[in-house]
Antibody, heavy 122, light 107 residues
Framework: QVQLQESGPGLVKPSETLSLTCAVSGGSVTRDGYYWTWIRQPPGRGLEWIGDISFSGRTNYNPSLKSRVTILVDTSKNQFSLKLNSVSAADTATYYC??????????????WGQGALVTVSS | DIQMTQSPSSLSASVGDRVTITCRASQTIISYLNWYQQKPGKAPRFLIYGASSVQSGVPSRFSGSGSGTDFTLTISNLQPEDFATYYCQQSYNAPFTFGQGTRLDIK
């Protein structure tokens, strides 16, 4: 059973960088056929895909955030990370990491972390 | 970006009812459509992929259908644990986008 766990500061000041890590257990980030994804959800609102990364480091980003986002993978620690710079109050959200699986019928997010609430405030 | 629109935004139903939630894409996504269930304070739970394939472990009362731009999620014989918010999501093109959600409440 794959498990994902987000960690990182719950409070970030405006204009600074949000940094989160997702530790993966019960499976390897190096296994082919999977991407590793970040998704966020502002309080009381819907879900927004931020981007994903393969074990080889290939990334895809949401164009709406691309200029501020970096996703990295650390295969030695079996984890991946998110950095979002120049944050504002609009970036306040619960951030989820998830596994992005692929099949002949498309991609889907089948395993999720519990989520990490990050508040942007001075 | 492909826009996903769900209807209704909310609905009320009773235990034992059959409900249908609709999801419409702004362009064809063939059958690259997934459904998730989310309860308050919890991460989304993956239910259905490829418009109609039910994930292992998901009760058989959940079913999905559709292709092109119009899709439905049907829950038969509603159980108390089914009251939650449901999201559709397209995986045809990045950026992957979600519907705004449908909140299912107990009547």
């Amino acid at each position: 059973q794959v498990q994902l766990q987000e960690s990182g500061p719950g409070l970030v000041k405006p204009s600074e960088t949000l940094s989160l890590t997702c530790a993966v257990s019960g499976g390897s980030v190096t296994r082919d056929g999977y991407y590793w994804t970040w998704i966020r959800q502002p309080p009381g609102r819907g879900l927004e895909w931020i981007g994903d990364i393969s074990f080889s480091g290939r990334t895809n980003y949401n164009p709406s955030l691309k200029s501020r986002v970096t996703i990295l993978v650390d295969t030695s620690k079996n984890q991946f990370s998110l950095k979002l710079n120049s944050v504002s109050a609009a970036d306040t959200a619960t951030y989820y990491c998830a596994r992005d699986s692929t099949s002949s019928r498309g991609y889907y997010f089948d395993y999720w972390g519990q989520g990490a609430l990050v508040t942007v405030s001075s | 970006d492909i826009q996903m629109t769900q209807s209704p935004s909310s609905l009320s139903a009773s235990v034992g009812d059959r409900v249908t939630i609709t999801c419409r894409a702004s362009q064809t996504i063939i059958s690259y459509l997934n459904w998730y269930q989310q309860k308050p304070g919890k991460a989304p739970r993956f239910l259905i992929y490829g418009a109609s394939s039910v994930q292992s472990g998901v009760p058989s009362r959940f079913s999905g259908s559709g292709s092109g731009t119009d899709f439905t999620l049907t829950i038969s014989n509603l159980q108390p644990e089914d009251f939650a918010t449901y999201y559709c999501q397209q995986s045809y093109n990045a950026p992957f986008t979600f519907g705004q959600g449908t909140r299912l409440d107990i009547k």
